[in-house]
């Protein structure tokens, strides 16, 4: 059950620095609750401010990362579960519908006024959090109860997103500042383009603006710098290529990813990783620290 559900509640960090969390994907769809602290979340190109009781619904496969304020005790829960497992049981269930927000909505963030209904959320993936640990625990006609009661409450969970997709749906956009309108612009070029060679001297040329403000303001807002969410992107593209793509080769996969050849691609990928890329295809998934 572990590989096709992750549930935490109430993951406490005091961050160091901006650097504690990084950029990831994933190919799973993921439900994400904020419970206190200060911290800003990135979503592509998407800046969200949150605020208490912020959830946050996504597909996964666009990167993301949390953005919280170092020396401030930041405080999240997450659920990560696998839409093609899921899919067929709710297909049973006749209520197919409920994935409706993750596939239609893709990555979107409701803020929860009502105090009954967070606190119903809250006490569900709580519920969720202490089955999933102790899940393994038990005999084999254990598990199997608990995987059951443990779908059950996740059912339960999406018909409460459900409601609050149609009831509270916001927009919440991000900040609308000079500073954060062309960082989006940069992600989103970015996005499109880091599988072939670019510089900063490219980006800047094609959205008109000064490369060294540029860099400023894309370190002040994300946290990285421009060469540093490059080479992310172009990391999380190999490793879906190496996990999806088993018959392509590891030079197939640099080219493909935006590396210059395989052995600047390797090199990079194994000290990122700290597996070579063989190694990391023949493995199982690696949860990441400090992802959430």
């Known amino acids: 059950m572990a590989e096709k559900i992750f549930a935490g509640y109430r993951l406490v960090d005091k961050v160091e620095t901006y650097e504690d969390f990084s950029y990831h994907s994933h190919d799973k769809y993921e439900i994400y609750y904020f419970h206190g602290g200060k911290c800003k979340y990135l979503i592509g190109d998407h800046i969200y401010h949150l605020q208490e009781d912020d959830l946050i619904i996504m597909n996964g496969l666009t990167l993301h990362r949390a953005y919280p304020e170092p020396g401030i005790s930041y ?79 996740l059912v339960q969970l999406l018909f409460k997103i459900f409601d609050v997709s149609k009831q509270e749906l916001q927009n919440n956009a991000p900040v609308e500042s000079d500073k954060n309108i062309h960082v989006k612009k940069m992600i989103e070029w970015i996005d499109r383009n880091f599988c072939n060679p ?65 052995s600047h691609f390797s090199r990079f990928f194994r000290k990122q990783m700290k597996l070579t890329p063989t190694e990391y295809r023949n493995s199982k998934a690696i949860r990441m620290k400090n992802t959430y």
């Open 75 to 153: 405080e999240r829960s997450v659920i990560e579960f696998s839409s093609e497992w899921l899919r067929p049981i709710l297909t049973n269930l006749n209520v197919p519908e409920l994935l409706d927000p993750f596939n239609q909505l893709s990555n979107t963030l409701f803020h929860i006024k009502d105090k009954e209904k967070s606190a119903e959320v809250k006490e569900l993936i709580k519920k969720m959090a202490k089955t999933v640990q102790t899940s393994n625990q038990e005999d084999k006609l254990g598990n199997r109860l608990k995987n059951g009661e443990l779908i059950m409450m």
């Open 198 to 262: 670019i510089t900063l001297d490219d980006i800047a040329y094609h959205l008109n603006i000064s490369k060294y403000y540029m860099s400023r303001i894309f370190k002040d807002v994300t946290g990285y710098t421009i060469m540093q969410y490059i080479m992310s992107c172009r990391i999380n593209r190999a490793k879906y290529l190496l996990e999806i793509h088993p018959d392509k080769s590891i030079l197939e996969v640099s080219l493909e990813s935006g590396f210059e050849d395989s």
